[in-house]
Structures are given as C-alpha cells and as structure tokens.
C-alpha cells in the first residue's frame, strides 16, 4: 500500500485550519531579543494562558512547553554555530540558570553546550566530506538495542524533492517532537528511500529534514531554514501489510515541532559503526564508506 500526505503531513483533507494558533507559532518563532513564554503569547492572542496551552497542543499534537523549550535550545544553538560563548548561548536562550541550560540542550541534542561548540566543525567537515562523495550512502542509527527486530511486512520511506548534492535524515520516532535522537535514525546521501525491516512492534512518526552542501555550518546544525517534512500519521509496527510512506519535502509550517537533535554528530556515530552503515548500488563492503 503506498501513502502520501497533504503537506502539512496529514492524510490529504484531515487538517483543519486555525490561522490564529498559527499566527501565534509564528509570533513565538519571531520572538527577538526575548524568548516566548506562555503569558507573553496569550497577552498577544487574546486568550487566558490555560485555553491557548490546551488549544496549541491540540493543534500541534504536543505539549506547547516541549515547542518553547526546542525554540530555546535552537536559540541556543545559534548563537554557538555563530562563534559566541556557552554564556551568551545560556542568556540569549531564556536560561537563568547554567545547570537548567546544559540539562535541557544535552537533552534536545545529545551534547552539553561546550562540547557542541567543540565539536561542530569537525562534524561540518566530516558530514560535508561524505556529502561530496559519488557514491551512495546508508547510515542507520538505532536508539534501540542490537537485538534483531524482524518485521514480517516492511515499511519503505521514500523522500520527493531532494535536491541534488543534499543529505536527507529521516528518523522514525515514537513522538512528534524530537529530542536527543530517534527510535531510528537513517542518512541518505545519494539515494532517496530506504526499506525498514527491523524495529521493535510500537507506534512511530515518520519526519525528514535535508540539510544542502554549504560551505558555511548554519545548515548543517540550524534547522529552522531547512525543508523538511513530518508525518503526522502515526505507523505502527507490525504492519498488516508492506507499506510504502512517501515524503515529499516542502518549507517550514507554523506546526512544525524546531529540530534541534545533533544530526551531523548522528551521522558520524552511525558511519563509525560497521553494523549499522550500509553502502547500496556501489558495491563497497559495508563500513567502508566511513574509512
């Protein structure tokens, strides 16, 4: 069976529209000098905090608290991709507290905030590096143990639109919003679809983000400019029968939950790994792409 979503991600006609939360997203996205909070974004709509916190995570899927924590800690990745110290990446982030930071950007993306700054331009340079090969490349990353999950009918995940040149990752996740890193976690570099045979029976979201060649870091960490698509559908495992899931990629949608996981650094831990890298239409052994 092959499916394909309107594209805000839904099943085509199952999206009501509510430009006013919308315009509320927006306004939280746009937020200047001062991160949004609730109060800020009710004062501005007009409406008590309780009603719009319940009517924003009916809208979004999640809660609106999960949405301005990722805003934050994408605030707080940019000022570090820009060059600027863990300090001023705290403050302009909305953080008080040093501790309250680092707690929640190593949970969004795997890293405390100095560790990130140490590492992005060497995971730029690496992600670029492979990027600029011809040859197809598979790199999986499985936040579940190595045991085998075998699935009777498989899923195929095939991505529309990619440019030529760019890295699409897709990740499979038992939420909308992605924090840290996926259930599954698959790079594609030179290819646009990828059989999942093997994953633990459980419900997931599929979502997909390209990152383009560049030669500065900003696309490779900040997400915000990057199209990307989110199946709001969720898959469940084990399937009644094999599924084909078509994401066609499109720019930012207010609904969009910020992507605020370290890819580049998903990508390099999953290359390292000679079990979960495959290397398709070349003929190479697996692994060896990431020597």
Known sequence: MRVKQDPAGNPEGDHPAHPELDHVLDEARAHGDEPPTLEKLARSAHFSPFHLSR?????????????????????????????HDVIRAQTEAGHESASSFTRSFARHTGLAPSRYRDQLRFLAAYLARHMDSTDPLIALYRGFPDDVHPQEHPLTLRVDGAQPGTAVFIALNSRLILRGAPELGVALLGTAEYTVDQIPDGTYYAMVVEVPRSAGMRAYFQMDRNRRQLRREPITFPLAEPLEVVLELRDLLPTDPPITPNLPKLF????????????????????????
């Open 268 to 291: 390099f831990e999953g290359v390292l790994s000679s079990v979960t890298v495959e290397d398709r239409n070349s003929g190479q052994a697996p692994g060896a792409a990431g020597s």
């Open 55 to 83: 009517r924003l995570r009916e809208h979004l899927g999640f809660p609106l608290r999960d949405f301005l924590a990722a805003l934050r800690v994408e605030r707080g990745i940019e000022e570090l991709v820009e060059g």
